[in-house]
């Protein structure tokens, strides 16, 4: 079994910073691809990066693109997130997944393993 524990979430103002990081604990990190989605009150979740085993390729939703950063550090087994120039709709719980075969996948069913979740809080 996979676990994952997501850390960094908080209260930040627009235009700051915040960096999510997600522990995995129980397998293999580098065999697993790794995403972060996201959820906002009153919406379904949504995709937000993804990265490979190696961390050589890295995919953005259109709306974090050029903000967003997903990064991840096998030796540590953790992956991260760098969010710059926050905007009140980047606002919603933060999750980091799994998925088994390390090749990135932008879909929810495609992910195997899910940690609790980090809010993100952005005022304007």
């Known amino acids: 079994q996979v676990q994952l524990v997501e850390s960094g979430g908080g209260l930040v103002q627009a235009g700051g910073s915040l960096r999510l990081s997600c522990l995995v604990s129980?397998?293999?990190?580098?065999?697993?691809?790794m995403g972060w989605f996201r959820q906002a009150p009153g919406k379904e979740r949504e995709f937000v990066a993804a990265?490979?085993?190696?961390?050589?390729?890295?995919y953005y939703a259109d709306s974090v693109k050029g903000r967003f950063t997903i990064s991840r550090d096998n030796a540590k087994n953790t992956v991260y997130l760098q969010m710059n120039s926050l905007k009140p709709e980047d606002t919603a719980v933060y999750y980091c997944?799994?998925?088994?075969?390390?090749?990135?996948?932008?879909?929810?069913?495609?992910?195997?393993?899910w940690g609790q979740g980090t809010q993100v809080t952005v005022s304007s």
């Open positions: 997944a799994a998925r088994s075969g390390g090749i990135y996948a932008v879909t929810i069913r495609q992910y195997d393993y």
């Open positions: 129980g397998r293999t990190f580098s065999n697993y691809a």
């Open positions: 990265i490979n085993w190696r961390g050589g390729s890295t």
